[in-house]
């Protein structure tokens, strides 16, 4: 057993393997308090993640195995969801990219960057997690950072979400809720007992109507960053 805290909350984790360890070494928690929820992976949990990804070794399985049930839990009980994006932070604000895989949110991330130096940190390029907290949302951090292993364990209230999309010019304009409402189920983990339905469905609609939602038309350059950056953050200039 080990001790994590990922997204505010401590976890106790015992595993077959040591890869999810190594995996989230930068979580482990040392303080005093306690664990609020324990558990354990079983083979059944493993067997259940090959049949969704049958060519990925059991050590990898197991990992993710043990997001699963952790995002399970911050559903349950912690108003948290996991929503598949890359998450960056600036000036202490972040700002959330998704899209369908392929579609380079990775690498407009990377052009703010490239745009930004020092000013940006990245929160998680592949599978942060958002929790509604005493009336805020915020975005966390988690080992599974995707294939640039880009993540920063930390908590940073959100400042916009944004949806990618290809274009030959870069344009940035207010996107409404009910092409958003697909964006994010299409990016979140979708549980099968109707009562984390209801919760999920719940704290989506929060989400919807209390974060600044755009769609970003982006190309291959830098000057997609330029543009969304200027805009979504209220007018700043990248120097």
């Known amino acids: 057993m080990a001790l994590y805290k990922i997204a505010d909350v401590i976890f106790d984790i015992n595993t077959k393997y ?13 303080g005093e308090e306690s664990a609020e ?11 259940k993640e090959k049949e969704l990804a049958p060519t990925f070794p059991d050590f990898y399985l197991e990992s993710l195995a043990v997001f699963r049930v952790i995002c399970e839990y911050l559903l349950d009980n912690k108003q948290g969801i996991i929503f598949h994006s890359s998450a960056v932070a600036v000036d202490n ?31 998680n390029d592949d599978k942060p997690i958002i929790r509604y907290v005493d009336g805020e949302f915020y975005v966390y951090g988690t080992p ?46 979708r549980p099968n ?28 350059s830098i000057d997609s960053a330029k543009i969304a950056y200027k805009t979504l953050s209220g007018g700043k200039n990248e120097d």
Request: proline share 2%.
């Open 193 to 220: 007992k109707e009562e984390q339905i209801d919760k999920l469905f719940d704290l989506i609609e929060k989400l919807l109507y209390n974060v600044a939602l755009y769609k970003l038309g982006c190309n291959l």
């Open 18 to 30: 040591n890869y999810t360890h190594a995996l989230c070494k930068n979580y482990l928690y040392k």
């Open 93 to 123: 604000e972040a700002y959330l990219f998704a899209a369908p895989s392929g579609t380079g949110k990775s690498t407009h991330a990377r052009y703010w960057k490239e745009l930004l130096g020092d000013k940006l940190s990245f929160i």
């Open 144 to 189: 599974w950072n995707g294939k640039h292993h880009l993540d920063t364990n930390c908590k940073v209230k959100i400042k916009a979400i944004c949806a990618l999309l290809r274009a030959e010019k870069p344009f940035v304009e207010k996107a409404n809720v009910s092409d958003m409402l697909n964006v994010i189920l299409n990016q979140t983990l």
């Open 37 to 47: 929820y324990s558990f354990s992976i079983t083979d059944e949990m493993i067997k």
